[in-house]
C-alpha cells in the first residue's frame, strides 16, 4: 500500500492551485508542456514509493524512464478532470494495465462530489487504500482474487494475460477453481493430499510460465 503521497514543489503546487481553481477543468491539460516536470515528480516519487512495482499486476520494472511507466489516475482522468492532481488518485502503472483499466468507473457509488477516502468507495484494489496481498494472489504469473475488488482488478486490468498469451488459453475470469482451492486451503477445510492432488497441475502451468519469457 502506498504510505507517502506525492509533495509537489512550490512550482508544481502553484501549477495544481491555478488548475483546481478553475470553473471548468480538462484533462488535456494533463499533455500540456507546462505540466511535464510536475508528471516526472509525480512519476519518480510513486516509482520509488511503490518499490518499482506496478500498482495492480504487482510485477517489477526495474526502470524510472517514462516510456516503461505510466502515471496512474485511479479514477480516470477522462471522467474525472476535478481529481487530475490529487495526491491520492495518483500511482504509478505499467503500460499493459494502464491500457486494459482505461477509463471504466472505479466508484463502488454515485459520482462523488469531493475525492472519497475510504477503501469501500472503490470497486477496484486502491493503492492508496487497500493492501494488495489482501485482496489478490499472484502465484509467477497467475492471478486469483480473494474479495470482488480483487476480481474486478483481475477482469478490468486483465491480469491473467500473461498466462493466458504464454499457456495460449484465455480462461474466462468466471473460472473460479484456483480461488476456491486458496479459499479452502486458507479455512483448512482440505488435507494437505486434497490439496496437493488439486495443485499439482497448477504447478506445473507455473513453472512452466516461470521458464518461458512471455511473447507477443
Ligand atoms: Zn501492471
Request: overall charge neutral; aromatic content about 10%.
Given at each position: ?188 477445510q482440505l488435507t494437505l ?13 507455473a513453472s512452466l510460465i ?7
Amino acid at each position: 500500500m502506498i504510505v507517502k503521497k506525492v509533495i509537489y514543489s512550490p512550482a508544481s503546487a502553484e501549477i495544481v492551485n491555478q488548475y483546481n481553481n478553475r470553473p471548468s477543468k480538462d484533462h488535456n491539460f494533463w499533455s500540456e508542456e507546462v505540466v511535464k516536470a510536475l508528471r516526472k515528480e509525480m512519476r519518480d516519487h510513486y516509482i520509488h514509493e511503490q518499490k518499482h512495482l506496478c500498482c495492480y499486476c504487482g510485477i517489477p520494472e526495474p526502470s524510472i524512464h517514462g516510456l516503461d511507466w505510466d502515471v496512474e489516475h485511479i479514477a480516470p482522468k477522462a471522467k474525472h478532470p476535478e481529481f487530475m492532481f490529487t495526491e491520492a488518485n495518483l500511482a504509478v502503472v505499467c503500460k499493459e494495465c494502464n491500457g486494459h483499466k482505461g477509463s471504466k468507473n472505479v466508484f463502488a457509488g454515485a459520482r462523488p462530489a469531493d475525492y472519497p477516502t475510504t477503501a469501500d468507495a472503490y470497486l477496484v484494489v486502491h493503492p492508496h487504500f487497500d493492501e494488495w496481498s489482501d485482496h489478490l494472489l499472484r502465484d509467477h504469473l497467475t492471478y486469483a482474487a480473494f474479495t470482488a475488488k480483487g476480481r474486478w482488478t483481475i477482469e478490468k486490468c486483465r491480469l491473467n494475460r500473461f498466462d493466458e498469451r504464454v499457456i495460449g488459453i484465455r480462461y474466462p475470469i468466471s473460472d473460479t477453481r484456483f480461488e476456491k482451492t486458496v479459499r479452502q486451503l486458507l479455512d483448512r477445510q482440505l488435507t494437505l493430499q486434497e490439496v496437493a492432488d488439486i495443485i499439482e497441475p497448477l504447478v506445473r502451468a507455473a513453472s512452466l510460465i516461470a521458464t518461458r519469457r512471455p511473447t507477443d
